[in-house]
């Protein structure tokens, strides 16, 4: 079992940039692929960027050159720096971790900006 915390979301003006963060916690020896997903109200939720436990990377053509995504294997956790942030990236955010064969996720944390 899993269990996956967000934490770093919050209101940003328009250009302004946040991080979010994500601890996985349990019984865990190696999770693989970890990510963000977001979904905006109205919505369905979307890819934002993921994460394999080697590194390899795999971005949303909306989040491309704007937000970057890393992890800490040691410390269970992803990372999303987000950067140039629009109106348009209002929603809350996501973690998910491919853990076992199965996936997990936390309960989102929520990013607002304002124009």
């Known amino acids: 079992q899993v269990q996956l915390v967000e934490s770093g979301g919050g209101l940003v003006q328009a250009g302004g940039s946040l991080r979010l963060s994500c601890a996985a916690a349990?019984?865990?020896?190696?999770?693989?692929?970890m990510g963000w997903y977001r979904q905006a109200p109205g919505k369905q939720r979307e890819l934002v960027a993921t994460i394999t436990s080697g590194g390899s990377t795999n971005y949303a053509d909306s989040a491309k050159g704007r937000f970057t995504i890393s992890r800490d294997n040691a410390k269970n956790t992803v990372y999303l720096q987000m950067n140039s942030l629009k109106p348009e990236d209002t929603a809350v955010y996501y973690c998910?971790?491919?853990?076992?064969?199965?996936?997990?996720w936390g309960k989102g944390t929520l990013v607002t900006v304002s124009s």
């Open positions: 349990g019984s865990i020896v190696s999770i693989n692929a």
């Open positions: 998910n971790a491919d853990y076992a064969q199965e996936d997990y």
